[in-house]
């Protein structure tokens, strides 16, 4: 597995094992919001997500 990378159209995306790239948000509105979110309240979310 690779690092994760925000891709051209804004999806935070990583590479498996297998070598195909897979989307974990695929709304970029939605993941500018987590890192939003992320720098407001430290490195900890509830749930313990660490997005």
């Known amino acids: 597995m690779t690092a994760l990378i925000v891709d051209d ?3 935070l995306t990583y590479v ?3 070598g195909c790239r ?5 709304d970029s ?3 500018q ?3 939003q979110l992320r720098k407001q309240r430290g ?3 509830e749930g313990g997500c660490g997005i």
């Open 9 to 11: 159209d804004g999806r």
């Open 16 to 18: 498996g094992a297998d």
């Open 22 to 26: 897979r989307v974990i948000v695929g």
């Open 29 to 31: 509105d939605l993941l």
């Open 33 to 35: 919001r987590l890192q």
């Open 43 to 45: 490195d900890e979310m």
